[in-house]
């Protein structure tokens, strides 16, 4: 992969992600402002709103992307991101501002169209890590939006600031447009590469949709209460709830930053058994105490076992996906991360109301360890992809 390419995607997708990710946490503000609308339950069906939409729209923008390029899948994303911003800045009236949302959902994506585009410009080993540098992209959004889009809130109307923010997806497509090469379509590699549609290859994505499903719905259901449930708990303040809050995402980074990337404790073969493992014993460490010290080590925790395992799902995704067929696999997978999260902060809220604002913390736990007893269940060697097929066919060739 020419070195100039992850970063023009990563900071496309970083841009555009600022804006999807650092606005929800501000609709509270939106819809009091803005439309007047002072019910709290509204605010949740909104902040799930574009989510719903992408996990129904991202099969079908897969398929389409495979058939007609990569390339031209994530321009169309960062436009349509565009579009429904500004729509969503005009919108006169409650319905027109859930509209923008609904289109923002069905015409984005570009999460798994950046990683689609990915997997025709690169391949294994170098695929993985490209996939969690795009996971690094994900998390610094998560960290930054809130910070930079507090501070320009302050200054201009939390619905006007839509407008405004416009501009990145539109700055993100011209980027792509002038710097990312175009990709081949469907029918082009095709004719080029010979397909593998072994049951054996079917298995294993369907043990991956597992994982992938158990996983970001264990992510999910410990984020929404946490920051109320650590105050009340400890009497910490908002500051420093969010800073609890944050941390497993600056461990990710840290160590995507660092050579510990490359430690043999998260390329393992049972990296992701372990890193569910630590995963679900961070959940039980922060549930079973009221000490910041002791939460702390179990955020800490969290981050570690969170690293592992998109690092070894990202590994499998690259092992498994054909360029040819990339857009519809991560239309797929982003899909289900997304219905898993809804799911996830759905059950959180359900459990909350059921028991305490700790029991997500036990949902997480039971869910992640679950998803572990799947994780085992490999008693086959790893896949080889139909690109390192062909490149030893090829050496042999030569």
Known sequence: MSQRILPVVLLSHFTAALVALGMPPFFGLILTDAFAMDDPAWVGWFFILPTVCTAVAAPFWGKVADR?????????A???????????????????????????????????ASSAYLATVTRGQALAQALNWMQGSARSAMLLAPILIGALITRIPAQSLYLWLAILPLLSALQVWTFAPPDQTQAEERARKPQNNSDTVSVRWQRLA????GFNFSLVAGFPYFIPWVQSLTGSTTAVAGLL???????????????????QLFQSPSALTAGLALFALSY??????????VIL?????????????????NGETARLTRSENAGKSFGALDSIGKWAGVAGGVFAG?????????????????????????????????????HECLEKEESRCR
């Open 245 to 263: 809050y944050s941390l497993p995402h600056a461990v990710y980074l840290a160590i995507l930053a660092s050579p510990l990337r490359r430690s």
């Open 350 to 386: 359900v459990a909350t109301g059921m028991s305490d604002q700790a029991a997500p913390l036990w949902l997480g736990a039971v869910v992640c360890l679950l998803t572990l007893t799947v994780s085992g269940s490999r008693n086959h060697p790893p896949a080889t992809s139909n």
């Open 68 to 76: 007609f390029g990569r390339r031209w899948s994530l321009i169309r």
């Open 284 to 293: 039980v460490i922060q549930a079973t105490t009221d000490s910041m010290a």
């Open 78 to 112: 960062q436009l349509g991101l565009a579009a429904a911003f500004v729509l969503a800045g005009l919108a006169p009236n409650l319905t027109t501002f859930a509209a923008a949302l609904i289109l923002q959902g069905i015409l984005g994506g570009t999460f798994a």
């Open 297 to 313: 080590i179990g955020r800490i925790s969290m981050g570690l076992g969170m690293t592992a395992c998109f690092f070894a799902l």
């Open 210 to 213: 597992l994982l992938q499903f």
